[in-house]
């Protein structure tokens, strides 16, 4: 079984003085696109101006700005699921794991950062960068580049898996799914949540690592505190699991 997972805006700095190599992501024959994409950005940054590097980092802050309109390539580097930070991951509580919980996660999620693309949550390449949601790199449109590239190598490693898919809607851009599937929404006293959706999210990530959940029979026989199911939509390959929050 396989998770698709959103990534977060916010990031943990730090990490290790190593470069970026064709072994630091799945898919490692695809290496070379994400360099494309990486030297784009990189190119796009050296040439802005700081209005558009505002809008492009989705920030004000001239601090931020100078921090991360700095070279890429020379960025400490950290395992991708300690890289991220936000609600989701606040709540995944990463750090607490055991060791077997933690390599369950590394091999298990499938994290779609909108500048590096589809990368393992265990995969130990990834630099703290700055990249708006659904910001292109001038005209450049990441979601529509990796959906092109990735998706038959993203097939071909999900083949065999059943898959959750907890990623926003925004990242289903960057690979729509071509086999059944299930998802997940969450309510509360009738409506949709956001926030909480997020949170949930990573609470749930964080009971399937602990439990070693193989099949999403165990998923659903699993209890989770204050959520009920209040019913399960199927429509065409997709199917949704709708929770209450209690």
């Known amino acids: 079984m396989k998770i698709l997972f959103s990534p977060s805006e916010t990031k943990i700095k730090g990490g290790e003085n190593k470069l ?15 360099m494309n994409v990486i030297n784009l950005y990189q190119d796009f940054i050296n040439k802005a101006t700081n209005k558009q590097l505002e809008k492009l980092f989705g920030t004000s802050k001239q601090e931020a700005i100078d921090y991360y309109k700095g070279n890429i390539f020379e960025k400490e580097i950290m395992k991708v699921i300690e890289r991220y ?18 390599l369950y996660i590394d091999k298990n999620v499938i994290i779609f950062s909108n500048l590096f693309g589809p990368v393992l949550a265990g995969d130990n390449g990834l630099p703290d960068y700055k990249l ?17 590239k990735f998706t038959n190598s993203l097939n071909n490693f999900l083949e065999d898996e059943e898959i959750i898919d907890l990623r926003a809607g925004f990242y289903e851009k960057f690979y729509k799914i071509e086999k059944p599937y299930f998802t997940m929404k969450f309510i509360k006293d009738g409506k949709v949540v956001s926030h909480w959706a997020k949170a949930y999210r ?26 009920s199911v209040e019913e399960i939509k199927k429509l065409k390959l997709k199917t949704e699991i709708v929770y209450n929050i209690k």
């Open 85 to 102: 930070d936000g609600v989701a991951f606040d709540y995944l509580e990463y750090s607490t794991l055991k060791e077997n919980e933690k």
């Open 202 to 227: 990573g609470i749930i990530l964080n009971l399937i690592a602990k439990n070693n959940i193989q099949s999403i029979k165990e998923l659903m026989d699993l209890q989770i505190e204050n959520l």
């Open 132 to 148: 708006k949601q659904n910001e292109k790199i001038g005209s450049f449109e990441l979601e529509k580049f990796y959906n092109e």
């Open 20 to 34: 970026i190599n064709n072994n630091s992501f799945i898919f490692p024959d695809l290496f070379q696109e994400r």
